[in-house]
Structures are given as C-alpha cells and as structure tokens.
T-cell receptor, first 114, second 115 residues
Framework: KQEVTQIPAALSVPEGENLVLNCSFTDSAIYNLQWFRQDPGKGLTSLLL?????REQTSGRLNASLDKSSGRSTLYIAASQPGDSATYLC?????????????FGTGTLLAVQP | GAVVSQHPSRVICKSGTSVKIECRSL??????MFWYRQFPKQSLMLMATSNEGSKATYEQGVEKDKFLINHASLTLSTLTVTSAHPEDSSFYIC???????????FGPGTRLTVT
C-alpha cells in the first residue's frame, strides 16, 4: 500500500531558526513529490514540486530534497519567520497510467514564535 | 499559473438535503479532476478521480451513490452530496490537471456544514 508519513506532527521554533520537516513514503517508484502549505481554514498553496528525476528544488528560503532510494524528502526552511506558521503537507504521486493520484501525508503543524 | 475555482466557499445545509459544489479550471482544460475531503486537523483524503466524459473512479470506502460526481466539460466538475448528514460536514477541495501536464492545481476549498 502506498503511504506517506510526516514527522514531526507539530513543531514550535523561535524566529530566525533554520528547520527541517521530514516526509517518508513507501514504494520508491514515484512520479513526483510536492510540498504544500495550508493556513487554517484555507486551501493549499503549492511550495515546491520535485520530479522523480530531480534531487532537489529551491525557492527563496525553501529547499526540498528527494531521495527515492530511501523513500524520503525533506523541506528545509531557512531563517524562519512568524509568517511561516502553517501546516506543511507532503504529497506523493505514483505512476498510475493516465491519471496520477496524489497521496497526502499527515502534515506538520509549524509555529514560529516571534 | 493555472487557476482553479470552487463555489461556494462555504455552505450550510440541513440534514437530509443535497448540496452541489462546483470546481472550475479557469485558464486551462482539465481532462482530470480530483475531489478530496479534509476533516478537522487531518490531512486530505482522495475521494474520487473523474475524467471528462466518463464515470468517476471512487476510492475505497467512498459511497458513489452519496457523493455524485459529474465531469461533463473540460472546465467544470461538480460534487453533489446527497441526503447530507452532520458527519458529512467537512472541507472539500478539488484539483485539476490537464493540458498543462500532470501537475494538479488546487481549488480554494468549500466548507460544508450540515446541521
């Protein structure tokens, strides 16, 4: 069964710290992996998309890495800010013919304290 | 980027009634649309996948007669929750993929409350 797990479930850090969020998945034959941000009561904001052939993607203070062989991805946030407080979701798409379903992880609730 | 809208953003209905949620791709043709459900403090769970012009494929445990999905055009999919009950109260999010590749673009979600 294809599953996605995220640890930790919640994280609280002081402003300015660098932090790492973890995502693990079963079955290394993935199509791509995405990191999303979700604010309370809101929809999803796509942060980074890593194709299966890539090892990392960067956008501003965010860097996501992918290691298919170990079934892991990390999201690195540099110099965290209170505005980064949100739930971060990892989602994995596996090859599925014409349609590639996304399976979401359990999420990490991040609180950045000013 | 690709834009997906949902309507309504919030809806309150009485138990036993039906409610329809629309998902539209505004600037691209969506050959495939996905419907997700998210309960409080939980992650998104895929409910069904629909391809334009064909019947939706439902995930295990999702009642197809209760959650009716129609994908009649390349820009519109609808989810109808029939005979709604309080336990159907949830956040429903759609996504779409199509002529811009396999990436899914997400709508803003619809908060359904059944009283």
């Amino acid at each position: 069964k294809q599953e996605v797990t995220q640890i930790p479930a919640a994280l609280s850090v002081p402003e300015g710290e660098n932090l790492v969020l973890n995502c693990s998945f079963t079955d290394s034959a993935i199509y791509n992996l995405q990191w999303f941000r979700q604010d309370p009561g809101k929809g999803l904001t796509s942060l980074l998309l890593i194709q299966s052939s890539q090892r990392e993607q960067t956008s501003g203070r965010l860097n996501a890495s992918l290691d298919k062989s170990s079934g892991r991805s990390t999201l690195y946030i540099a110099a965290s800010q209170p505005g980064d407080s949100a739930t971060y979701l990892c989602a994995v798409s596996w090859y599925g013919g014409a349609t590639n379903k996304l399976i979401f992880g359990t999420g990490t609730l991040l609180a950045v304290q000013p | 980027g690709a834009v997906v809208s949902q309507h309504p953003s919030r809806v309150i209905c009485k138990s036993g009634t039906s409610v329809k949620i629309e998902c539209r791709s505004l600037d691209f043709q969506a050959t495939t649309m996905f419907w997700y459900r998210q309960f409080p403090k939980q992650s998104l769970m895929l409910m069904a996948t629909s391809n334009e012009g064909s019947k939706a494929t439902y995930e295990q445990g999702v009642e197809k007669d209760k959650f009716l999905i129609n994908h009649a055009s390349l820009t519109l999919s609808t989810l109808t929750v029939t005979s709604a009950h309080p336990e159907d109260s949830s956040f429903y999010i759609c996504s779409a993929s199509g002529d811009r590749g396999m990436e899914q673009y997400f709508g803003p979600g619809t908060r359904l409350t059944v009283t």
